[in-house]
C-alpha cells in the first residue's frame, strides 16, 4: 500500500527526478525508477538507529546541508529516524527510552547507523553516552539490527582518529561487527546521495547492494574518480596547474601536481557531486584528498603525489586538441604522448616535468619525484 501524498517539502516531480537518477546510479534497468519509488512510498517505513560515536557530525551536516530538491527531506520521510542524537528534540532519560522502545518494538528489522570511529583501547573510556561506552553501545544496538550502515570514513576504517598513533584505539564498525551485514559508505563526508540510494535500494530489493572489498557498494565507489574527472584532457594533455593560483590553475587544469589523490581514490564525486550545484573538491581548484581510501586520507600528506599503477581510459570526454594554438605541449612532449598512447598516466607524467614553469624538479614515469 502506498501513501496518497508524498511530502509538504519536496513536489512529485522533484521526487521523481531523485528516483531516476538514483536508479540510474544504481545501475537499473531503464524503468525501474517506478519501483524504487513505490518502494519509497510504501507504508511501513523502515526504522532506523542513528548513532554518533567519534567524529564531527559531518556526515550528519552534509545530508542536512543538501540543496533543492532537498535529499534530506526525502530521505527522512522515506525511513523512520527512532533514535539521532543531535536532530531529536528530546535529550537524557526521554532519548534512551525513545532508543529503547525503538530496539525492542523493531527488533531484528531496523537499520543501525553509525557515523564516527569507535574507541577500543582501555576498554573504550573515551567516548560515552548515557553511561555507556561507544563499544558497549555499538554491540547492544547492532544486536538487533538487520543490517549496518557505517557512514563516513570514522566509522567506515577509523577516519581522523585512526591515524597515527590513534591513541585511543580508534576503529571502524566491521573491526568489531562480525555477524550483521555491514556496508561501509566512506568519505569525509560522504555524498548524501549514496546514503539515499542505498536506503533506497535496501527498501526496493530487501536487500544490500553489491560491495567492493573494503565493504564498499560499487554502485558508488567501483570506478576511480580520475576517470571521470573534468579536468583529464588536461592531465592526458600534460597540462598541470604547479601552484595553487598560477595560471594553469586559474585555467583549470589538473591537479595532480598539487597533490590531487583522484587517480587512486574510489568514488563518484565527480559524477554523482555535492550540494546539488554541479561541485566536488576538483571543480572548486582543490586536490582530491582521497577522503574514502583509508591508506591515503590523514595517512599521506596533502602534497604528496599517489602512485599511478594502473593508468585507466579516460572515457567520459572528448580528448583535448593537443594541437591547439599557444596551449598544447611542444611537438617533442606531442611525440612522447604519442609514444606513450595506451599509458595515459605515464604519459602525463613525463610530459608534466617538461612544461614551462615546472619547478625542474625531475620525476618518474609514475609521478613521484626521484
Ligand atoms: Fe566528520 Fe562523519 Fe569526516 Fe568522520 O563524516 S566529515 S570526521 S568521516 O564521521 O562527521
Ligand atoms: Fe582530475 Fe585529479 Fe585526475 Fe587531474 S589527477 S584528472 S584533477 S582527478
Ligand atoms: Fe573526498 Fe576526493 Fe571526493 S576528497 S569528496 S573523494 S573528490
Partial sequence: MERDSWSRDVSRRDFMKVCMAVSAMLGLPFGMAETVAAAAMADGRPAVIWLHFQECTGCSESLLRASHPTVASLLLETISL???????????????????????DNHGKYLLVVEGAIPTRQAGIFCKVAGKTALESLQEVAAGAQAIISIGTCASYGGIQASAPNPTGAVGVSDIIKDKPVINLPGCPPNPYNLLSTILYFMTFN????????????FAYGRRLHEH??????????????????????????????????????????????????????????????????????????????????????????????????????????????????????????????????????????GQTD
Avoid at 585555467?251 to 555535492?274: D, E, I, W
Fill in 82 to 104: 527512532d533514535y539521532h542524537e543531535t536532530l531529536m528534540a528530546g535529550a537524557g532519560h526521554q532519548a534512551e527510552a525513545a532508543l529503547h522502545a525503538s530496539m525492542h
Fill in 207 to 218: 536487500k544490500l547492494p553489491d560491495l567492493d572489498g573494503m565493504g564498499r557498494p560499487k
Fill in 229 to 366: 574527472c573534468e579536468r583529464r584532457p588536461h592531465f592526458d594533455a600534460g597540462r598541470f596547474a604547479q601552484a595553487f593560483g598560477d595560471e594553469g590553475h586559474s585555467q583549470g587544469h589538473c591537479l595532480y601536481k598539487l597533490g590531487c589523490k583522484g587517480p587512486a581514490t574510489y568514488a563518484n564525486c565527480s559524477v554523482n557531486r555535492f550540494n546539488d550545484i554541479g561541485v566536488w573538491p576538483v571543480s572548486v581548484g582543490h586536490p582530491c584528498i582521497g577522503c574514502t581510501e583509508p591508506a591515503i586520507l590523514f595517512n599521506t600528506a596533502i602534497a604528496d603525489k599517489v602512485q599511478i599503477h594502473e593508468p585507466t581510459p579516460f572515457d567520459s570526454y572528448a580528448p583535448v586538441d593537443l594541437k591547439e594554438k599557444g596551449k598544447g605541449p611542444d611537438p617533442l612532449t606531442t611525440g612522447i604522448v604519442g609514444l606513450a598512447a595506451g599509458s595515459a598516466l605515464g604519459a602525463g607524467a613525463v610530459v608534466a616535468r617538461r612544461l614551462p614553469g615546472d619547478s625542474g624538479t625531475e620525476e618518474n614515469d609514475h
